[in-house]
């Protein structure tokens, strides 16, 4: 069965960078959307950095623009966010997601079909 593992989540400063790694396992990622999503307490769950398999389509919110970036290890079928200039706001936990394929993706939560546990990433002022 599909197994999204994520790491890297950690408490650190405001201004400084963390990178989340998600191992994915026994998944056919023809023509499927990826990333990382967030949801802090009391709110919903949001996307922060998405893609398609082809990577013609990417997505992130003007909140985290310029600051994270989502990139891809085919070989090892690992998807990395690298978030830098982290900010309070930023505290949530992350979770890896990944769909089945899709004739489009979108930053719908309900769009993605398989998820990680979740790592913690807490940003103190």
């Known amino acids: 069965r599909v197994q999204l593992v994520e790491s890297g989540g950690s408490s650190v400063q405001a201004g400084e960078s963390l990178i989340l790694t998600c191992t994915v396992s026994?998944?056919?990622?023809?023509?499927?959307?990826m990333g990382w999503f967030r949801q802090a307490p009391g709110k919903e769950r949001e996307g922060v950095a998405l893609?398609?398999?082809?990577?013609?389509?990417?997505y992130s919110p003007e909140s985290v623009k310029g600051r994270f970036t989502l990139s891809r290890d085919n070989l090892k079928n690992t998807l990395f966010l690298q978030m830098n200039s982290l900010k309070p706001e930023d505290t949530a936990i992350y979770y890896c997601?990944?769909?089945?394929?899709?004739?489009?993706?979108?930053?719908?939560?309900?769009?993605?079909?398989?998820w990680g546990q979740g790592t913690q990433v807490t940003v103190s002022s």
């Open positions: 997601a990944a769909s089945v394929h899709r004739s489009f993706c979108t930053a719908a939560a309900s769009a993605y079909d398989f």
């Open positions: 026994d998944y056919d990622d023809t023509g499927a959307c």
């Open positions: 893609m398609n398999t082809g990577s013609t389509w990417k």
